[in-house]
């Protein structure tokens, strides 16, 4: 019987990795699927857990998903599942002080890494042909975790709210729900004022 490979948090470092998670990785073909790297994207799931299970810069540093579901403005066939994984990771608390302090809880750090991936991969403006719906899947990905984004947006920092409004404004979110939202967080942000750089 082949023996498994121990997680990050079974060597001794990082974070337990979320269940809900876990599954939504296990969800997936990778090895079906072309990732931007020009390999299969079956070692996504090691590169999730690599990110979602660090706790300080120095864990996360070397490991980014820039390359792989994104690059340049263009998106790849895993894109979509990527962006289902990302949805869920978001959905998790962040611990307190921005580290986590639970089993499943992500760090500031790791949150960050997420949010801009999804801001990138949602501005990205050159879509491969096959396969066919990718833009509608990640739409729909998003739309799934309209609330976990929500939340972000108005108890995180300031730079992620301005990201989660963007993120709303470039899928052409609508309807009396998301224009109440996205009002909440456009006066969070005005609130706040500029004190960063915008993505755009």
């Known amino acids: 019987m082949p023996v498994r490979a121990r997680t990050r948090y079974e060597r001794g470092y990082g974070v337990e990795l979320d269940e809900f998670v876990r599954e939504e990785l296990a969800r997936h073909d990778w090895a079906a699927l072309r990732c931007g790297c020009g390999d299969t994207a079956d070692h996504l799931p090691l590169l999730f857990e690599s990110i979602l299970t660090a706790e300080t810069p120095a864990q996360l540093r070397g490991y980014s998903l820039v390359g792989h579901v994104e690059w340049d403005n263009e998106l790849f066939a895993c894109t979509p599942a990527a962006v289902g994984v990302i949805v869920c990771a978001l959905s998790a608390r962040c611990g307190p002080f921005g580290r986590p302090g639970f089993p499943g809880e992500l760090s500031a750090h790791a949150r960050e890494e997420l949010l801009g991936t999804l801001w990138s991969i949602v501005t990205s403006e050159f879509v491969p042909a096959e396969p066919a719906g990718i ?27 301005e990201t989660v409004l963007e993120i709303f404004r470039y899928l052409g979110l609508d309807g009396e729900r998301t224009a109440h939202y996205r009002r909440q967080l456009e006066a969070r942000v005005a609130a706040r004022g500029r004190h960063w750089k915008s993505r755009t």
Request: hydrophobic letters at 50%; a negative charge; charged letters at 35%.
């Open 135 to 161: 833009e509608e899947r990640i739409r729909e990905a998003v739309v799934e975790g309209f609330w976990p984004l929500v939340r972000i947006g108005l108890v995180g920092r300031a730079p992620e709210a």
